[in-house]
């Protein structure tokens, strides 16, 4: 990727000290797709058949990094893509922003980060992507988030490697004071703290990565707290002659990963996944926290397997993802993408994505399938 260097030269050259380098890179994307896309009602979900049309996305990364006269680096990224809502300036938001300090000591990061478990565990996509997602936008695929962002997704993490070993440490603190108004049945939470852990080994034609973590949270309604806590393991594997393939197993207690279609709010309120399975848990009225469906008794099972192949300048990637949960609802899909480098960062990019959610004996009213395919072009700079 190429970036442009900020200079700091003339400032070193009057000065006689080092200064921090400021780099920019980015990358363009345009092209054609159809989203398609569905609407939930109250136990019932209708395809929503769209038009195609053209995509465009522009996205630009600043990155500044500096060294202390002892050896410490230090250094923050911001993605301008993901902070146009000005979070990443605020003091408690987040928004597309890391800050970072390292050193003999491990690796401090905080920001818009992964927590312990998103860091050790492999996503399931390999080689080739598209330009809108298509093939990890479908409702099967996993992006292993776990439980960041459940409050206001400023996260902090230190992780150390050691040789083959490496181990994180995490922690999301909610900063609510409650009741409030835009979550009166919440008492009280536990905040987000995580641990993961990965090992690699090389088998001389054949690389294999091990990952594990785990995450806890709890939120209390009023009847005492509802646990939350997630857990993840990953294998992934790169052998001779361009291969990649990977599986991923994750399980969410208590709760449905995403569907919610408010940070919080009551069962009254939504009308989203939440509203159209008719779930709510047996303590109070809120069923959404963070984008989870709040399932008290019932937990959740994901898992995923993907695999990718590159020869030349040609790439395609295919992974396929299903969500489990004990009181039948399921959400699964699988994607695939094609790619054809160009070369100088300009890439061919097809993509496709196949979505399928069920109520089960929950909410049979709800069985759709979606389909999204896109076509187009990126540019790396």
Do not use: C
Request: hydrophobic share 40%.
């Amino acid at each position: 990727m190429k970036k442009v260097l900020f200079a700091s030269t003339a400032l070193v050259a009057l000065t006689g000290v080092a200064a921090a380098d400021v780099t920019i890179s980015g990358n363009a994307e345009m092209g054609i797709r159809d989203a398609g896309g569905f609407t939930y009602g109250a136990g019932t979900a209708v395809a929503a058949n769209t038009d195609v049309g053209f995509f465009t996305d522009i996205d630009v990364t600043f990155t500044m990094a500096g060294e202390t006269d002892g050896g410490l680096t230090f250094g923050a990224t911001i993605d301008l893509d993901e902070s146009d809502d000005g979070d990443a300036f605020g003091d408690a938001t987040q928004g597309g922003e890391t800050i970072f300090i390292s050193g003999a000591f491990g690796t401090l990061t905080a920001g818009d980060t992964d927590g312990a478990l998103d860091w050790a565990l492999q996503e399931v996509n390999f080689a080739a992507g598209s330009i809108d997602d298509a093939e990890t936008g479908h409702t099967g695929f996993n992006g292993n988030a776990g439980l960041d962002g459940l409050y206001d997704g400023q996260i902090v993490r230190y992780d150390y490697s050691f040789g083959d070993f490496g181990i994180a440490v995490s922690a999301e603190l909610d900063d609510t004071q409650y009741p409030s108004a835009a979550s009166a049945d919440i008492v009280d939470t536990d905040d987000v703290f995580g641990l993961g852990m990965t090992y690699q080994l090389d088998f001389g034609g054949a690389e294999l990565g091990l990952g594990a973590g785990f995450q806890t949270a709890s939120v209390n309604l009023g009847a005492g707290d509802i646990d939350l806590d997630t857990y993840g393991l990953s294998i992934n594997s790169s052998f001779a002659g361009g291969w990649q393939a990977g599986l991923s197993y994750m399980s969410y207690e208590n709760h449905f990963p995403f569907g919610g279609t408010a940070a919080t709010a009551t069962s009254a309120a939504t009308t989203g996944l939440d509203d159209a399975l008719g779930v709510t848990d047996t303590v109070g009225a809120t069923t959404v926290v963070g984008g989870r469906i709040l399932t008290n008794g019932f937990d959740t099972d994901h898992i995923g397997v993907g695999v990718g192949y590159t020869t030349g300048a040609i790439s395609v990637g295919v992974n396929y993802g299903k969500y489990d949960h004990d009181a039948g609802p399921e959400a699964e899909g699988y994607g695939i993408a094609a790619n054809y480098d160009l070369g100088g960062g300009a890439i061919i990019q097809l993509g496709y994505g196949h979505s399928e959610v069920s109520g089960g004996a929950f909410a049979p009213g709800i069985n759709v399938d979606n389909d999204t395919v896109s076509f187009g072009v990126r540019m790396n700079f």
